[in-house]
């Protein structure tokens, strides 16, 4: 089997591959570089392909899935109290603002008098 090839992998590893692909080019990174970090990441996850001939299939390793979770959130937490207290005053703002929307008083419709016949 050459370097590279993907013969072994099953298709939910191949999925798995291509969604992680996707959102790494949607940050802008560069193709090549999204494909070989996406299947850096089954291979960690999986230990390598699971088709026939791949050897013994190994349980997930969710050590990936759960780093993530601890890296989630530090650009919040790099922000100031200020910037934050700012944001949460403006979002407040905005939904008082909706609201009053939603709650103006509306022109009702006349309705038609019930024809008998």
Do not use: C
């Amino acid at each position: 089997m050459p370097r590279g090839d993907k013969s072994a992998y099953t298709d939910k590893q191949k999925r798995k591959a291509g969604y992680i692909e996707e959102s790494y080019k949607k940050r802008g990174m560069p193709e090549d570089e999204a494909e070989a970090r996406a299947w850096a990441i089954v291979n960690k996850i999986h230990g390598g392909g699971e088709l026939s001939g791949s050897g013994r299939g190994k349980p997930e390793n969710k050590e990936v899935y759960k780093k993530g979770g601890r890296k989630g959130g530090t650009a919040s937490a790099k922000r100031s109290k200020a910037a934050k207290t700012r944001t949460a005053k403006k979002a407040a703002k905005t939904r008082s603002r909706n609201k009053a929307k939603k709650s103006a008083p509306r022109k009702k419709k006349a309705k038609a008098p019930k024809r008998r016949g």
